[in-house]
Structures are given as structure tokens and as C-alpha cells.
């Protein structure tokens, strides 16, 4: 009889073994593959980091920046292990509160404080942002800091711009003396909502700045790169109509 | 703006679009912000001539680093 149930219970261990044990989660080494993949499967759109880094920034770096360093590698995954089984724990008991299970009056209590602990971000604005208004600047001739660019080139790229894009009530002046009495702000940056990976609703938002011949943050100028959606998917083949190119200024002509 | 090497296609060597610089061409464009898609990044080849690492993920970028 004893018998049986030890190799019962030796059964039920190989069983569950056999069901619960697979390596079908994402490994650390993840990110010493891309390398590999971009070589052999070429650009992979969307392809994204998050899954790797995230992880090795939360569960590794962060801890050991806190820990006095003295048996760490125990300590973080002790430490991390914790945090997953209360976080388990709370998702658990905020199921059983949904489905109306009987509950302490302690933990009805605790989730209560846990749930009014948790803060809804605001909605992002989804349009873009100019920002850090350029106070020396009240016409088109304080915007000639682009090396090799004339006043001239200024003036004609302003008339091409607004024959092209601007409905006829909206057309700038194609006098160069009209043209340099616009009054203009120059701004140095761009806040740009831009969808997340695999997201429907949530934004990151991309702040390219463009600081001309100026310092940034005590260091060099800063020019940024940027994508611009300048014709049909296509056109550039794998850019997709979307070619690069240097913000060297952000004008904004006012009314 | 640059303009795309081997009208865009990907290159056999390391999997990205190459991009140089114009050398004839006018100064700079003047374009809408609304056309402005988002921040690129790119990796010095030569002189001129950049890849574009489209693989990176901002997100992740600068949350981590």
C-alpha cells in the first residue's frame, strides 16, 4: 500500500515535471544574438531591445547600485524573486476580490492602499510641441547661423516652400525686402509624439533640438537627426519615403 | 537631406540603408514640422556616407541609457 502511493506520488512529480519544465521564456544571452539576426535576416522592422534591457537594467543594474556589493549575485536574484511573488501575490488577491471570493478584512484593506497607491498618467498630448523660444530673434537675417548658407538661398527656399505647401491666402511675400521684415521666433526644440512598439495608444515622445552654432548643456552644439516623411511608401525603397535629414533650425513665422 | 546609397535597398554586408550627404545640392530644405517623423540614428561609415541603425528602439534607449 505504501508502495503504491510513494510511486504515485513519483507519477504525479514525472507528470508535472514533464508539463510545468520547458525553457520557453526569454533568456539574459537574448541580446548577444541581435548582432546575429541583423546579419543574417537583414533589417527586421519594429525589431525592439525592450525585452532584453529592461530586465537587465531593473533586475541587475538598478539592484546593484543599491547593495553594498558583498554577495550580490544572491542577494539580487533574492531580492528580485521576492518583489515577483508579492507582486504575484497581489495580483492573485485582486482576482479572487473580482470574483467575489471571502476575504479578510486585513487584505480587503491592503489592496484598498495598494489600488489608491497606483497613479493614471495623464493622456499625452498627441501633436507636436515647439519649445525653448530664441530671445535675440525677431527676423528672417538673425537666422543665417547654417554655415554656406547665404541670406539669398534663406529667401528662396521660404518662397519655394510657401508656393508649394501654403493655401493661396497664406502665401509669404516673394519680396526679399518684405521677406526680411517677417517677424519670426526661432525655437530649438521639437517635442514629437511618436506610437510604441507594438502599442496602440501609448506614445514616446521624441525631443530633437536644434541649437544652431550654440552650446548644449556646456558641450558641443547639437543638430539633430531626423526622419521626415517627404513622399510615398515607394519611394528610397526601405526608407519608404521617409528620408533623413539635419534639423539646423525651427522657424516659426508669426501671424 | 541625405540621399539614400543604392536607391535605398539594404546592403549585403551589414543589413542597413547607407545615406551620404549632398554635394551639390542647395544648403538646406525647409519642410513642415508635421512631416517630421521622429529623432534618427546614425553611425559614421565614411567622410559622407552614414548607416542608418534603424533596429534601435528609443524607448528602450533612453529609459535605459
Redesign the interface.
Known sequence: MRGDNHQEENDLCLHLVGCESHFNFIKMHLLSH?CDH??Q?????K????IG??P??MQIKDRWQHWNHNDAARHIVHSYGRQHAMRMRLLNLESLQCHDADLSGDVLHHLDRTASTVTVAPPVVCR?V?KVRWEDVSNVVDFTW?P??SLE?IYS??I??SRH?LPIAHRLPEYHAMLRSLPVEILTQ?E?P?L??QEAAVY?I???RSTGDLHFSNQSSRN???????GTEA?????RG????K??G??KIRD | MLTPVNSGRLSDQHGLVTVQMRQHARGFTIVDIGTILGLAHLLQEEDRRRLINSPIDFRTFNAVY
Not at chain 1, 235 to 239: D, G, H, T
Not at chain 1, 242 to 245: D, I, K, Q, T, V
Request: glycine share 4%; charged share 20%.
Open positions: 541581435f541583423i546579419c535576416f537583414a533589417n527586421i522592422a525589431y525592439s531591445t525592450e534591457e529592461l537587465h537594467k507636436r515647439l547654417i554656406g548658407v538661398i527656399e521660404l519655394r516652400y505647401n521639437l514629437i511618436v510604441a512598439f514616446d521624441h525631443s530633437p539633430d537627426w531626423v526622419w521626415v516623411q517627404a519611394m528610397y525603397r526601405a526608407l521617409r528620408p533623413l535629414g534639423l539646423v525651427l522657424l
